[in-house]
């Protein structure tokens, strides 16, 4: 989660690999393992700029995951702040 906020926060220029690492004093291959699977789930996109690789975040991902998780949370009812969710009887798959 820090690793997404920071990105968030950071705005669409996002953060070099290596400056992220910095800012959250993560090892390698954990900062690592954790891009490539933000990555995968499609919330961080990546580019390279010679021969550093940058990471933002993917706010139209975010925004669907968002909206989803609003529409489903709560089974269809309004979802209060702090108020419990039922759980998943394998029908929200």
Known sequence: MSIYRLLVQQGPEGLAV???GE???VAN????FH????SRAGLLQARQEGRF???SANYDQMTGLLGYLTENCC?????EAGAAVPACDGTCQ
């Open 18 to 20: 290596g400056q992220i």
């Open 35 to 38: 891009l490539k699977e933000l």
């Open 29 to 32: 291959a954990t900062l690592s």
């Open 75 to 79: 089974r269809g009812e309004p979802c």
């Open 53 to 55: 690789i940058y990471y």
């Open 23 to 25: 800012r959250l004093s």
